[in-house]
């Protein structure tokens, strides 16, 4: 593992995986490419509260962010993976189908208030430069358990691939 700025984040060395189709339930917006997301992540608990996702058996929480427009924007997914599409309708969540892909991805070790940029920062220093045949389609921050501002906590970055052309 690699140590990122002030050793604090640890970031695995990436690596490529296939991945089916997934459906996201969750609240979306549109963001700057520097704007702060934890507005719909507090959205997203308030129309999904711990206690419903338990008894949808939902145990995986996931950022979706898509590859930004030329002038700077994103559309932001505060969401949760889900295999029943009408328990999510239920719960008034909108629905994003991620197709069946090719992902970078890695590991980081860290406070998430540090993590994610220095993990997103190590794939445009280190893996895109040494992979040119693929671009970028996007980021999803999969979210592990645990207290996400500790030393230990650990979650993954997942970025789409696209061949070049």
């Not at 089916?20 to 997203?44: I, K, N, Y």
Request: net charge negative; charged share 20%.
């Amino acid at each position: 593992m690699a140590a990122a700025k002030g050793g604090a984040v640890q970031i695995s060395e990436p690596r490529i995986e296939e991945h089916p189709a997934m459906v996201v339930a969750g609240v979306s917006q549109v963001f700057p490419l520097d704007g702060d997301f934890s507005s719909l992540w507090d959205e997203l608990n308030q129309k999904a509260s711990p206690a419903m996702l338990d008894i949808l058996a939902v145990t995986q929480y996931i950022g979706v962010c898509t590859q930004p427009s030329t002038d700077g924007f994103v559309r932001y997914t505060a969401g949760i993976l889900v295999d029943d599409r009408a328990s999510a309708h239920k719960l008034g969540l909108g629905l994003l189908d991620l197709p069946e892909s090719t992902y970078a991805v890695v590991e980081i070790t860290g406070p998430i208030s540090r993590s994610i940029p220095a993990g997103f920062e190590s794939f445009e220093r280190e893996f895109f430069p040494a992979h040119p045949q693929y671009r970028p389609l996007g980021g999803l921050e999969v979210y592990g358990r645990g207290d996400m501002q500790a030393a230990d906590y650990r979650m993954e970055l997942w970025v789409p691939l696209a061949k070049r052309s």
